[in-house]
């Protein structure tokens, strides 16, 4: 049945997606001493986020005295480094009605001496203080309890060559000032070879390496190979790494590699309800997720101190974990030659269908023009469904409905990544079937409903032009599956020419699908091009499971990082998942054709799940006002 040979695969790469996202299992007190124990930093998490302990306050002195002891017991011969609050930092305390009268920045500073002292210095690095409203197990306290873990299995494993600094920073959530003053002030600032530092915005969810310093192909090549060995493996990529480098967002991390330093910065975004939150308390912690950012930080640390010499800036990697197996990594200039591979993959597989199957540049003209209508409704219709779960982007005016979106930010990810799916379902089954009127109206609509509840975006509109432009275009039926699966492949491979172009980092994602999908569409070809044997379809069954399982898990960290302004990078994912999937759907000719009609059923089904998910945000986490202070 050809509907269960598109659903199934769907289905499964998204359970493998689900899978290989999940947190490691916490290792107990028990495991050995070189080991990380998530148990172990338990303890400390325990301490320290017992209340808030934003800077100025009670707890806060509690728990610099607990940590000077902490370190102490771990043979470090901690000091404190103390700086000026900068004006930012004044400025926000006195917006939220605290005075500063009196206040610095104190950092907690330990050294674990290397057995060559000429050598560059290793810092781990973790923030102690939180927002005033919130405990702060995950932010930041769980960064301390692993950096102290972890310091306590390198001792485990012997001395190393080099020296290793910890620093616990202070004001991070007023203005990074802890970091400031101890990367412009400190006497070992210009030792300092390498940094490794730990954050959170969240309270679960895997551990992600999302920042490095310039040029980080030596980094990340060094980060391969040492969080393999860390339960639940490595969890990064260079979308990653790209996009964090255009956000506004800032950590301890910023200012170090600002000043041209190398090293990872790792943090986990799940359960985002409880960033900055009253509820962000030990017991509410995932414990996998302190194992999987304690365990790679461990082993990166431990790999930084005892390499024969630190990484140096040379060139930014293009790289991507592979469910957290391995990572996948070459230079940007060899995506280029995927690309011209992926291009002749292409042409072997169109040279096979044309002499099988008569197929015509006018086809595949059809089925290009109908992965645009798919890039651009599935925007339209994501930021659609995005705007029904609350406000967006510059309407977000306050902290409590920064907070508020982010409680709700799971909903919206179901009920977008169901419209996206929708889109994908409604273009399989065909929009001549479907109705061009009725396609075009849904779009329209879903642009009116966007920028009614969401602001005007250009992007949406200019989106929606297209969207219903190819709606109407009373000629744009998709003619063969040849065509149409082609089409969808040269739309992401040019696609991916432009990227490679502009930010190859970036390019993976269109570079590595594309290649994937060209590779499944040759072996079709040389098994049987007329696609009507069930093993010419087996290589696009089993690319639809493994790429698009990856495709997937990358498109759930995608959203947690943008999701909540730009929900619209969802049909990006849709249209990587066409290029892979496109020949396993029902045809609307013969026994098939009530399978098509099952199809565009379905699909209106899914919007309307999708949509009600969205709007269920509103009731499920309602408005309320948390007095937090936002980083």
Not at 37 to 63: K, N, W, Y
Not at 229 to 235: F, L, M, N, Y
Not at 240 to 261: E, I, K, Q, S
Not at 550 to 562: A, S
Request: with cysteine; hydrophobic share 55%; proline share 5%.
């Amino acid at each position: 049945m050809r509907l269960v040979l598109l659903l199934a695969p769907l289905a499964a790469a998204l359970g493998l997606a689900v899978v290989t996202t999940q947190t490691p299992r916490p290792a107990p007190a028990t495991a050995p001493a070189v080991n990380f124990s998530a148990e172990r930093a338990m303890a400390d998490i325990r301490v320290m986020a017992r209340a808030p302990r934003p800077v100025g306050s009670t707890e806060h002195a509690l728990v610099q005295a607990y940590l000077l002891g902490r370190l102490t017991q771990l043979g470090l011969s901690p000091s404190l480094q103390t700086g000026a609050l900068s004006p930012a930092a004044v400025q926000r305390l006195e917006r939220n009605g605290l005075s500063a009268d009196g206040l610095s920045t104190v950092n907690l500073v330990g050294i674990l001496p290397g057995r060559n002292p000429r050598l560059p210095l290793v810092v781990m690095t973790a923030h102690y203080d939180s927002v005033p409203g919130s405990p702060g197990a995950a932010d930041d306290a769980s960064g301390v309890a692993a950096v102290l873990e972890a310091v306590r299995a390198i001792k485990a494993r012997g001395p190393a060559e080099r020296g290793l600094i910890v620093l616990f920073t202070d004001a991070e959530e007023l203005n990074l000032d802890g970091a400031r003053a101890f990367f412009s002030e400190h006497p070992l600032r210009d030792r300092v070879g390498a940094v490794v530092n730990l954050e959170a915005r969240g309270g679960g969810g895997r551990a992600l390496m999302f920042e490095t310093g310039p040029g980080n192909a030596q980094t990340v090549e060094l980060y391969a190979h040492a969080a393999r060995r860390a339960e639940g493996g490595p969890s990064s990529n260079a979308l990653a790494v790209f996009v964090y480098r255009l956000m506004p967002n800032g950590t301890d991390f910023t200012v170090a590699a600002d000043r041209g330093l190398t090293g990872v910065n790792l943090a986990f975004l799940g359960r985002p309800a409880q960033y900055h939150s009253p509820g962000s308390t030990p017991d509410a912690l995932d414990q996998g997720s302190v194992q999987h950012i304690g365990a790679q930080a461990l082993e990166t640390a431990d790999a930084l101190l005892r390499a024969p010499r630190l990484p140096q800036a040379t060139q930014n990697a293009v790289y991507s974990d592979v469910f957290g197996l391995a990572v996948l990594r070459h230079s940007p200039q060899a995506g280029w030659g995927l690309l011209g591979l992926a291009v002749g993959l292409t042409a072997f597989a169109a040279w096979g269908a044309r002499h099988a199957t008569g197929l015509t540049w006018r086809q595949g003209i059809k089925g290009f023009a109908g992965g645009l209508w798919l890039l651009s409704a599935g925007m339209v219709v994501a930021q659609a469904a995005r705007v029904l779960a609350g406000p967006v982007g510059e309407r977000i005016e306050s902290a409590d409905l920064y907070y508020m979106m982010l409680r709700r930010l799971p909903w919206m990810e179901a009920g977008v990544g169901l419209a996206v799916l929708a889109t994908l379902l409604a273009l399989m089954a065909g929009r001549a079937l479907i109705g061009r009127r009725l396609l075009a109206g849904v779009v329209a609509a879903a642009a009116v409903l966007a920028t009614a509840l969401g602001g005007v975006d250009y992007l949406v509109l200019g989106a929606a032009v297209v969207g219903v432009a190819f709606s109407l275009w009373p000629d744009g039926e998709d003619e063969t599956v040849w065509g149409a699966w082609l089409g969808a492949i040269v739309l992401v491979l040019i696609l991916g020419g432009l990227v490679q172009a502009i930010a190859p980092e970036a390019a993976l994602l269109f570079v590595w699908t594309g290649l994937a999908a060209a590779f499944a569409a040759a072996l079709a070809a040389l098994i049987g091009a007329r696609l009507e044997r069930w093993a010419a379809l087996a290589p696009a069954a089993v690319a639809m499971v493994l790429v698009g399982g990856w495709l997937f898990g990358l498109g759930h960290f995608v959203f947690l990082g943008v999701g909540m302004s730009q929900a619209w990078a969802l049909a990006l994912i849709a249209l990587l998942i066409l290029a892979l999937a496109r020949p396993l759907a029902p045809t609307r000719a013969g026994a098939n054709g009530a399978l098509v009609h099952t199809l565009a059923g379905l699909s209106a089904a899914v919007l309307i799940l999708g949509c009600g998910l969205s709007l269920a945000a509103r009731h499920a986490e309602p408005a309320a006002s948390v007095d937090v202070t936002a980083e």
